[in-house]
């Protein structure tokens, strides 16, 4: 993210006269004729030209007035959903709310007699739907659709929510010829401006507004106009392995520094660390909550009094947590209705769960601290300045004889010091109540590691029988026991197991340490696999067949946003298979040595044999949890490379 050198000034403001607007309805025969872009021929859609201006407007009450106008070229059915039009629509729970006006549209297309023809949309066809507390949606479709066709819609927002004027997305996931939006400001108000991606702006132009604003008729200010442009705006593609995409995706956006009032006050908005910590210390659903450490006390005897030591007496309280509440699914850094409400209910949000684990901690003497965060989903915390409103999930961080452990008590199969992958999210702000806040790097405590040991005899008969033990450690294990408590019982996973592996027959199981969590999953299983009829005088082996990688996750020719794994990983394989003494090797694949530059992972397979036996070993580490854009080719060629190993087989032949 840029921080555009941009402390605008701002307020409410006339309805200038723009001009950088396009003429609404004047779609072309050449725009029609249109069969693919020339720059994107994969593209099923490309948006032609959208244009959006912002301003604040001199009525009383100074509402923040967006208008938008686009015209889509849609080659295929692929593309019709951007015909299917969606405005969030923000209201608060004191009567303030956005309004949605002047909305037009209109499909153009070529009929069978090959002349131009239109299709309006119908008013009445407009409908808004609730969506939550927060927000509506409010929803249109473009009438008339067909290959080839072009939709052109434009609407107007009033809003009365200037702390955030209005940000602007150049970066779809269809390309853009050309994506342009106007910003007028007045000087009294003063904006943070920030642009997100990795396109460079074609044109940032401002200039001087004499005396544009003049709120309810009095003092007039003048404003800044501030144009932004991109042309050839590519397709934003997502691939597996990435966080919110509205940290990648070129936008610009604002936050209200501060602003002037019309008796010449001036007001701050962004504040510092130290008045939102005051402010979070002194909130009824926050820092009062913390405060609570009076409640869990005798709550907590049982199941401290014998604890040897501090982080056996965290891990009781943790434990004492999690059996005490049922997340209901909903994030949140505040507690919704009291951390005592919902202990009592046994049921709460991310707030109240985890607000409540503090507070108990700190009630044991555990020296414990709330962390605010953003989930992965959620998108990357703004560092320049405090946005209370980037955060949206709070966890426990519990200082224990020197060393930090990171807690969440949302999900009965964590393990101490383990946070959920969503949590993994570059930053957090930890906020105690005796010292002021500070970031804290959010990075996984533990790897995904795994483990398969194969002891395995080729029978006369052509089937292949021994003992396969998979042991599965930190969020491998967590991942596994996930795994198996969705199923109603342990029989119930092995059937699934077993149908997801069809090669290998389980003739017997033993799974252990399920709900031991702080100890790694075993599995034993004695397994059959079919190799060969008795016919056969030659046979193949594929030594590959646990965990293959069956297609590369990567396929962009260049990838402008990192690899995000959330986690390290390493497996490690190890088969021994005997054979009968008639049969020989006579091929094997060559062993394999590749690694990632400066120690970022390796894919290492090695095959011997002696006699009537032969060992497989392989190890694939992938040592970090996020690899950057250069990084990219690199690990798209390691993943092409195993792929192309794991075709390989050993070939056995009578002698």
């Known amino acids: 993210m840029k921080k555009i050198s941009l402390f605008i000034a701002l307020l409410c403001l006339f309805k200038a006269a723009d001009g950088q607007d396009f003429a609404y309805g004047s779609t072309t025969l050449q725009e029609l004729d249109m069969k693919s872009y020339s720059r994107d021929t994969s593209a099923n859609a490309v948006v032609l030209k959208e244009f959006g201006t912002a301003r604040i407007s001199s009525d009383d009450k100074c509402p923040l007035i967006f208008d938008y106008h686009v015209k889509i070229k849609i080659f295929n059915s692929k593309a019709f959903e951007y015909g299917d039009v969606v405005i969030p629509v923000y209201k ?22 090959g002349a131009m023809h239109t299709s309006e949309l119908d008013p009445k066809k407009v409908f808004r739907e609730n969506k939550n507390i927060h927000w509506d949606l409010l929803k249109f479709a473009m009438p008339n659709l067909t290959d080839g066709c072009i939709v052109e819609y434009s609407y107007e927002i009033e809003s009365p929510y200037v702390f955030n004027f209005r940000k602007w997305d150049f970066q779809w996931n269809i390309p853009k010829m050309s994506s342009e939006y106007v910003a007028h400001i007045p000087a009294v108000y003063n904006y943070n401006a920030s642009l997100k991606g990795y396109l460079k702006l074609t044109k940032n132009d401002a200039e001087l507004e004499k005396e544009c604003f003049a709120p309810g008729g009095g003092v007039k200010a003048d404003c800044s106009k501030i144009s932004y442009l991109i042309t050839d705006v590519p397709a934003f593609v997502e691939e597996d392995y990435m966080t919110s995409s509205v940290n990648f995706k070129s936008s610009i956006n604002y936050e209200l520094s501060d602003y002037v009032d019309y008796m010449g006050a001036k007001h701050k908005v962004t504040k510092d660390w130290k008045d939102v910590d005051y402010e979070l210390k002194q909130d009824e659903n926050f820092g009062s909550q913390l405060k609570k450490k009076d409640f869990f006390k005798p709550l907590l005897t049982a199941s401290i009094q014998n604890q040897p030591d501090e982080l056996s007496k965290a891990k009781a309280v943790y434990s004492f947590i999690k059996r005490s509440f049922k997340w209901n699914n909903r994030f949140g850094c505040y507690s919704e209705n009291g951390i005592k409400k919902a202990f009592e209910s046994h049921t709460g949000n991310i707030g109240d769960i985890n607000l409540s684990l503090i507070a108990a901690l700190s009630s044991a003497g555990i020296n414990t601290e709330a962390v605010l965060l953003s989930t992965r989903d959620n998108g990357l915390i703004n560092r320049l300045f405090p946005v209370i409103s980037d955060f949206n999930y709070v966890v426990a961080k519990a200082t224990i004889g020197g060393k930090s452990y990171m807690l969440d008590a949302s999900d009965p199969l964590l393990s101490f010091g383990l946070l959920p992958v969503r949590c993994i999210n570059d930053q957090g702000r930890v906020l105690s109540l005796d010292k002021a806040s500070y970031w804290v790097d959010l990075t996984a405590s533990q790897k995904e590691n795994k483990i398969y040991n194969l002891n395995l005899e080729l029978k006369n008969n052509g089937k292949i029988e021994g003992d396969m033990t998979i042991m599965s450690f930190g969020y491998e294990a967590y991942n596994k026991r996930k795994a198996i408590k969705k199923f109603n019982s342990e029989e119930e996973y092995l059937e699934d197991l077993d149908e997801k592996m069809p090669k290998i027959k389980l003739l017997k199981s033993e799974i252990k340490n399920v709900d031991s969590l702080d100890i790694g999953v075993v599995e034993n299983y004695h397994i059959e696999i079919d190799a060969y009829s008795s016919l056969n005088q030659q046979f193949s082996f594929n030594p590959f067949f646990m965990d293959p990688v069956k297609e590369n996750p990567f396929k962009l020719k260049e990838r402008n946003y990192p690899v995000d794994w959330g986690v390290p990983s390493e497996s490690k394989i190890s088969i021994n298979l005997t054979f009968p003494k008639e049969y020989e090797i006579v091929s094997k694949p060559a062993d394999v040595g590749l690694a990632l530059p400066e120690g970022g992972g390796r894919f290492i397979t090695s095959i011997t044999t002696d006699q009537n036996s032969l060992n497989y070993s392989e190890l694939f580490a992938l040592n970090k949890s996020v690899y950057m854009s250069d990084e990219y080719p690199f690990l798209k060629e ?11 087989d050993i070939i056995f032949k009578k002698k």
């Open 638 to 648: 390691l993943f092409n490379r195993i792929i192309q190993t794991q075709k390989s």
């Open 92 to 113: 608060s729970n004191n009567d303030r709310y956005e309004l949605v006006r002047e909305i037009k549209g209109v499909t153009t297309y070529l009929g069978k007699d």
